[in-house]
């Protein structure tokens, strides 16, 4: 009896289990965006990238084009390069919009990729390196550190997530940024750490369920 029970509290559990919708959305509009891409030109080609909306400081800051901001958190250089982000995004952002919300992780998601493109931009303006940029990478190191705050004060746990794998997949992530060319790491760092003060702000650990006694009558 208590076998069967146990199997179906986890089934009623799974099935309870929130539809992120947003991270889904999220999912389908930078495929979207991609497949545009490729049909109208190329995702490769750097020119062609950046009259589409791709980051590239100067014409931020003289042409007051701020969307770039935004617009260049939707495009990707490649297949490569979508596939893996959006492979990071659909495991992980299930958890953070369950954890914080549809709404919130909406605006956190936005927050981390706006805020990364900023952190890059003051980078790159003190710098003689002037590059065209884009990816979803800055608001995606943004969900994993949002991530390892949630996980953190959940006592390590969080769903099928623990802090070690969170911790192993930062490490390795930033690892690879660092030893590849063309990567904007001051975007990945800064994600990563907006990603943790924004959880921090943003989310609340629920209160725990009371007790409940099962009575079992043999």
């Known amino acids: 009896m208590g076998y069967h029970r146990n199997l179906e509290m986890i089934e009623l559990k799974w099935r ?24 109208a030109g190329s995702s490769e080609d750097t020119l062609f990238m950046l009259h589409h909306g791709a980051m590239f400081a100067p014409w931020i800051v003289e042409k007051h084009e701020y969307y770039r901001l935004l617009t260049s958190t939707f495009m990707h250089f490649g297949i490569h390069h ?36 900023v952190a ?6 003190n710098s003689s390196v002037q590059a065209v940029g884009a ?9 994993i550190g949002g991530l390892f705050y949630v996980v953190t004060i959940n006592w390590g746990q969080l769903e099928d997530l623990n802090t070690t794998q969170l911790v192993v997949m930062i490490l390795l992530s930033l690892y690879h940024g660092f030893t590849s060319t063309g990567v904007d790491n001051v975007a990945h760092v800064g994600g990563l750490v907006l990603g943790m003060l924004l959880a921090a702000v943003l989310y609340r650990k629920p209160k725990p369920e009371p007790k409940r006694e099962y009575w079992e009558i043999r």
């Open 120 to 125: 890059s931009l003051v980078v790159e303006l």
């Open 16 to 39: 309870n289990r929130k539809r992120a919708w947003v991270n889904g959305t999220l999912i389908v509009l930078n495929i979207m965006y991609f497949l545009y891409l490729e049909i």
């Open 135 to 143: 990816g979803a990478s800055g608001a995606i190191f943004g969900v």
């Open 82 to 117: 979508i596939t893996n982000n959006m492979i990071l995004l659909f495991v992980l952002g299930d958890n953070m919009e369950r954890a914080l919300g549809s709404a919130k992780y909406l605006l956190f998601y936005l927050l981390c990729g706006i805020g990364a493109n």
